[in-house]
């Protein structure tokens, strides 16, 4: 049983581009000295980092001694999580298990991806690797395409159409232009998005997350003693407790899944994560949930409690979690417009909420939250994990 508390004290983020004249260690190195400076300068004394396609894409491994050297902590116990696109968030769950267990007192969790390392058709393969390579991806099945099942299914099933998907990236889009990180930082009208050529039907360009660099860390450490000192030699009168956090998985391939339209893992580290907050859907003011597409946004929110199944569209064409309403939902921009840099996009989540709890993320601000959730998968939900973050004064 955790009895000493876990508080995220620093975070440092780098805007999320095609950094074409900037190799993911320095990315990484830019992130990791942002959320030193933002905890006053305490370092960490292991370093996890959450990584997809180094492997595939970067031909580079013994990612975390790399990250670690380069960010001038070279020394410190250091290692890559990999869980598909989830694996920022699957970093954080081994980040936040290191500190909990008391085997280190502060430790940095990373993210970072390069996905403008090879062209585009390279990077696709790479992302596809997500999903089974003996049933799904050996007969051609890309990551868009697989979604684009789940996404004609929910249609057919709750009888919408793809203008109604539609309303997700343009609420997205508006929210990300005012987000600095982002790497779409415009706004787009409805009939932009519907004009939109299709990637994979009923999926148009706009249903889809971009291609795109970054690197997100936070600074995690254990016990409120040490975390009120951070805060007060960094002039902040506000910690943030790591109050829940779940992780779960599902079978990899599609053809076995109980439910098309229902992440189960998604429910199941929700419960957990609740529980272990005590809490329930109902008490969360502000969550950045994971869109890579369309549907993954308006299927998440049914998955965490927030809608019934196969009536988020509905609601969120009426305008329900908007900014104002609760809870209010990817104020970031999302990965829609946010961007997806995929191994760092759970980091990127978990410091939004973060500096939303502190009142000083620099885009749109939370209406004075109190409770916070990122949700962060891997694959078509083959991962799941949820994180509750609270506001403590």
């Known amino acids: 049983m955790v009895h000493e508390k876990v508080y995220v004290v620093g975070v440092g983020l780098t805007k999320i581009d095609r950094w074409y004249t900037k190799s993911a260690r320095e990315l990484f190195a830019e992130a990791m000295t942002k959320a030193i400076d933002d905890a006053g300068g305490i370092k960490p004394k292991a370093l996890v980092v959450g990584n997809m396609t180094s492997s595939v894409l970067m031909e580079q491994d013994s990612l975390g001694a790399l990250m670690a050297d380069y960010s001038g902590l070279r020394g410190i116990p250091a290692f890559k999580v990999e869980a598909a696109c989830g694996s920022g968030g699957a970093a954080f769950y081994a980040g936040y298990s ?4 008391g085997l280190v007192d502060i430790v940095a969790v990373g993210g970072v991806e390069k996905l403008t390392e090879k062209l585009t058709a390279h990077a696709t393969q790479a992302l596809a690797q997500a999903a089974d ?22 249609m ?20 990300g232009a ?6 779409l930082r415009r706004k787009v009208t409805l009939e932009q998005i519907i004009k939109s050529p299709i990637v994979a039907d009923p999926l148009r360009l706009f249903d889809c997350s971009p291609l795109g660099d970054g690197a997100a860390v936070v600074l995690l450490v254990r016990g409120e003693e040490l975390a009120r000192k951070i805060a007060r030699e960094t002039g902040r009168d506000v910690l943030v407790q790591v109050a829940g956090v779940g992780m779960a998985t599902d079978s990899v391939d599609l053809g076995s899944r109980r439910d098309l ?9 929700a419960k957990k994560a609740y529980t272990m907050a005590r809490i329930e859907s109902k008490d969360v003011d502000v969550v950045e949930l994971h ?16 809608a019934e199944k196969g009536s988020s569209v509905k609601l969120w064409k009426e305008g329900r979690f908007a900014k104002g309403d609760k809870p209010e939902v990817n104020l970031s921009g999302g990965l829609k417009a946010r961007g997806h840099p995929v191994g760092a996009t759970g980091v990127y989540q978990i410091a939004e909420i973060t500096m939303q709890l502190r009142g000083d993320f620099p885009g749109l601000k939370a ?9 962060n998968i891997g694959g078509i939900a083959t991962f799941s994990t949820v994180v509750i973050l609270k506001r403590k004064t």
């Open 133 to 154: 390579a003996e049933y799904e991806v050996f007969y051609g099945a890309s990551f868009t395409g697989l979604n684009a099942l789940v996404a004609r299914l929910y």
């Open 178 to 183: 005012s987000n600095p990180y982002a790497q």
């Open 261 to 269: 339209l229902t992440m189960d893992s998604t429910v199941v580290a």
């Open 367 to 375: 209406s004075d939250p109190e409770i916070g959730l990122a949700h």
């Open 291 to 306: 869109d890579a597409f369309s549907i993954t946004g308006f299927i998440s929110l049914e998955d965490l409690g927030f």
């Open 98 to 101: 290191l500190v909990a267990s």
């Open 156 to 175: 057919s099933r709750f009888n919408y159409t793809s203008e109604d998907l539609a309303y997700w990236p343009l609420r997205m889009h508006e929210y």
